[in-house]
Structures are given as structure tokens and as C-alpha cells.
Nanobody, 119 residues
Framework: QVQLVASGGGLVQAGGSLRLFCATSGVISSINAMGWYRQAPGKQRELVAE???????NYADSVKGRFTISRDNVKNTVHLQMNSLKPEDTAVYYC?????????????WGQGTLVTVSS
């Protein structure tokens, strides 16, 4: 069973920075993508950033130029560096992994870490 544990959230003033970290455990045969999603109160969960097995990255328009996703392919961890934070970035952030264990597809989620940006 694959488990993801997210950390690094907290309270920060607008314009500040935070770095989120997601650790994985369990047996994984292959990873297609790892990424971060967020869900603000009253809103649907949305993609923030993801990185695929070929090294490509994808960002939400709202975070382009401010957030950077990085991945350690050996440790199967993923980071999200968040700079120039805005109050609208306030949300619970979830890390996600999509891959396979043998022939079985994996779609695993972390427990979420709260990011609060004060104005």
C-alpha cells in the first residue's frame, strides 16, 4: 500500500514563501506523475502543479512564475516551492501520485497540509 505524507504548510504573510514536502512509502513499480492539488473552502480541488516521468511540468495559470515543483526520482519525493504568496493561495494542499504497482494502477493522495496566507 502506497502512502503519501505532506508537510510544510503554515501561516505566512502575503508576499512570503513556503516549501511543501511530500514523502512516499510503499512499493511502487513506476510513477507516471507526482503533483500538488489544493482545495480552498467552498471550492473544488484543483491542480496546482505536477511533474511527469519525462520531466515535464504543468502549472495552473494562477501560480505560474511563483511556484516551482521539483521531484527526487530516487526517493520518490516531491516538493513545491511557493513564492510571492497571495491570500487567494490559502487552501489545503494535497500531494498526489499516479503510477503502477506491477500491473495495478495507483492513484494515491496525501492527507493534506494547510497553507494560510494573510493579507
Amino acid at each position: 500500500q502506497v502512502q503519501l505524507v505532506a508537510s510544510g504548510g503554515g501561516l505566512v504573510q502575503a508576499g512570503g514563501s513556503l516549501r511543501l514536502f511530500c514523502a512516499t512509502s510503499g512499493v511502487i513499480s513506476s510513477i507516471n506523475a507526482m503533483g500538488w492539488y489544493r482545495q480552498a473552502p467552498g471550492k473544488q480541488r484543483e491542480l496546482v502543479a505536477e511533474t511527469s516521468s519525462d520531466g515535464s511540468t504543468n502549472y495552473a495559470d494562477s501560480v505560474k512564475g511563483r511556484f516551482t515543483i521539483s521531484r527526487d526520482n530516487v526517493k520518490n519525493t516531491v516538493h513545491l516551492q511557493m513564492n510571492s504568496l497571495k491570500p487567494e493561495d490559502t487552501a489545503v494542499y494535497y500531494c498526489n501520485l499516479r503510477g503502477h504497482f506491477l500491473a495495478n494502477p495507483l492513484d494515491a493522495w496525501g492527507q493534506g497540509t494547510l497553507v494560510t496566507v494573510s493579507s
